[in-house]
């Protein structure tokens, strides 16, 4: 229901995520250079020449004004001035001969010099202008220039000039440069960031794998990446989270088998309660209706000779015990079924008791004329609640000797196992039909009603052995032969 509700998501890769914004970053950097050159590489470019002009000026000055000034140092520092900054120099002293001309300078400076001080210069642009000198920007037919004039000295005249190479030619040069350099910069940088992405992503898809699991209620996968960063500290909670959840649902589901067995515990004793009373009913019905039948012969005196008073008296009495015993039966197993009746283990000698069992039952064996088989010779020492398994074992004696015929002989084994030892008791008679066998343990359960109601049975017996010996956690049964019936029972020898 929940994946029918479900939308699906658009999910972007963070590979693709990462390579597409260093590319937008790293080509967003590359357009505003080329922008900054068409906007300030022109300006930038003249402050940078102005100030080289300013300082080749500072330099000459401070020669000149030096006291101890002579042509030789005067010319090494204008000549180290032209060297260094692709500057030309001409200086004329006050009679208008040259005092000194750099190689690169000519006579070009000299016709430039004396256009200057006449004002005979065409299309000069005055950029700067100081007390003594200034600053201009010119072109003639070879190009564009920037030129430093004024005077160093009373009398003594300069000019300095440093071409202007074509900025915006430059600026588109720069451009080109940039634009060559920023896409094999991206280029690489996206594959760079491909590849090392890798070792982010990894440990981000595994935990989203492990997520998955959890969702799916899988909680062996953990998170055993070394991210060495935040993502361990992430990957870590998500193993904590997952053996806490794994450990809450198993108490949940433990809670919620203890809660179901409750309920059907609850059921069951509800179905054994209301099946306890119908049987209790039905059993009671009849012993009540023949004490009540009898007592009221006797209240009305219906028979006043003494035996026939004693025989009604005996019916009543006869009735009232087996009511007695079936009541005391039915208390003893419902103790044991509910777990009412504390178990204690102890060490007896298993065949003691059954001779003496069979020793008290002598006189009901020679009655009924059977003969009682028991060869065990020695000891069967087992664990086991002793009480317990006499009444198991009287049970299936007293049953034995209810229902032998034919050759009318019970045999009793004792057979020692490797952990066990197991208890059988066989009488000859008729086999208990096939269809009735997983219903004899039943309470109430009669195969020959009218027999059982003979014998004074209750169908109580074999129920009462079924809930020891669960109780006790040993295997019990029985079998079927051609000339009788074998029950059967285990008990813990070690």
Request: glycine residues 6%; negative net charge.
């Given at each position: 229901m929940r994946k029918k509700n479900e939308k699906k998501k658009k999910v972007h890769s963070i590979r693709i995520q990462l390579a597409v914004l260093y590319f937008s970053v790293f080509l967003g950097v590359v357009l505003l250079q080329i922008l900054a050159n068409n906007l300030f590489l022109e300006k930038f470019y003249l402050r940078e020449k102005q100030d080289e002009l300013f300082s080749a000026y500072q330099s000459i000055k401070t020669a000149i004004d030096n006291p101890d000034y002579d042509f030789e140092s005067f010319s090494e520092e204008l000549n180290y001035v032209c060297n260094t900054t692709n500057i030309a120099i001409y200086v004329m002293d006050p009679t208008s001969n040259v005092k000194y001309e750099s190689t690169n300078g000519g006579k070009r400076l000299e016709m430039r010099l004396f256009g200057y001080l006449l004002n005979?210069?065409?299309?000069?642009?005055?950029?700067?202008?100081?007390?003594?000198?200034?600053?201009?920007?010119?072109?003639?037919?070879?190009?564009?220039?920037?030129?430093?004039?004024?005077?160093?000295?009373?009398?003594?005249?300069?000019?300095?000039?440093?071409?202007?190479?074509?900025?915006?030619?430059?600026?588109?040069?720069?451009?080109?440069?940039?634009?060559?350099?920023?896409?094999?910069?991206?280029?690489?940088?996206?594959?760079?960031?491909?590849?090392?992405?890798?070792?982010?992503?990894?440990?981000?898809?595994?935990?989203?794998?492990?997520?998955?699991?959890?969702?799916?209620?899988?909680?062996?996968?953990?998170?055993?990446?070394?991210?060495?960063?935040?993502?361990?500290?992430?990957?870590?909670?998500?193993?904590?989270?997952?053996?806490?959840?794994?450990?809450?649902?198993?108490?949940?589901?433990?809670?919620?088998?203890?809660?179901?067995?409750d309920i059907e515990k609850k059921e069951k004793i509800d179905e054994m309660r209301k099946e306890f009373l119908s049987n209790v009913s039905h059993e009671l019905k009849t012993p009540i209706a023949l004490i009540q039948g009898y007592a009221e012969g006797l209240q009305e005196g219906i028979s006043e000779d003494p035996e026939s008073r004693e025989y009604y008296c005996e019916v009543i009495m006869d009735e009232a015990k087996k009511m007695n015993s079936m009541v005391q039966k039915l208390l003893n197993l419902n103790h044991i079924e509910f777990g009412d009746q504390k178990i204690e283990m102890v060490r007896f000698d298993l065949a003691d008791m059954i001779r003496n069992e069979i020793r008290s039952s002598e006189v009901l064996t020679k009655q009924k004329e059977i003969e009682v088989r028991f060869d065990f010779v020695g000891s069967a020492f087992v664990w086991a609640d002793e009480g317990m398994i006499e009444e198991v074992f009287l049970n299936y004696f007293s049953n034995a000797m209810n229902h032998c015929s034919g050759s009318r002989y019970i045999e009793i084994c004792i057979k020692q196992m490797e952990d066990k030892v197991r208890v059988t008791v066989f009488n000859t008679g008729e086999a208990i039909p096939e269809e009735s066998l997983p219903q004899i343990w039943d309470k109430f359960y009669k195969v020959d009603k009218a027999r059982t109601r003979e014998?004074?049975?209750?169908?109580?017996?074999?129920?009462?052995?079924?809930?020891?010996?669960?109780?006790?956690?040993?295997?019990?049964g029985v079998e079927n032969y051609s000339n009788g019936v074998m029950f059967w029972f285990e008990v813990e020898a070690k």
């Open positions: 005979m210069v065409p299309e000069v642009t005055v950029v700067k202008e100081l007390e003594q000198c200034k600053i201009v920007k010119t072109a003639d037919r070879l190009g564009d220039f920037l030129e430093m004039y004024g005077e160093l000295q009373e009398g003594m005249s300069f000019i300095m000039s440093t071409p202007l190479e074509s900025i915006r030619e430059s600026a588109k040069a720069a451009n080109r440069f940039f634009i060559y350099i920023g896409l094999l910069g991206t280029l690489l940088g996206v594959i760079l960031v491909w590849i090392s992405s890798r070792r982010l992503t990894r440990p981000i898809l595994k935990l989203n794998d492990i997520s998955k699991k959890m969702v799916e209620m899988d909680f062996e996968a953990k998170y055993q990446e070394q991210a060495h960063n935040e993502l361990d500290y992430l990957g870590e909670n998500m193993n904590m989270l997952s053996t806490t959840l794994e450990k809450t649902l198993s108490e949940l589901k433990s809670a919620n088998n203890e809660l179901k067995k014998y004074g049975g209750s169908g109580v017996g074999l129920s009462i052995v079924k809930a020891i010996m669960d109780s006790l956690n040993q295997n019990y």
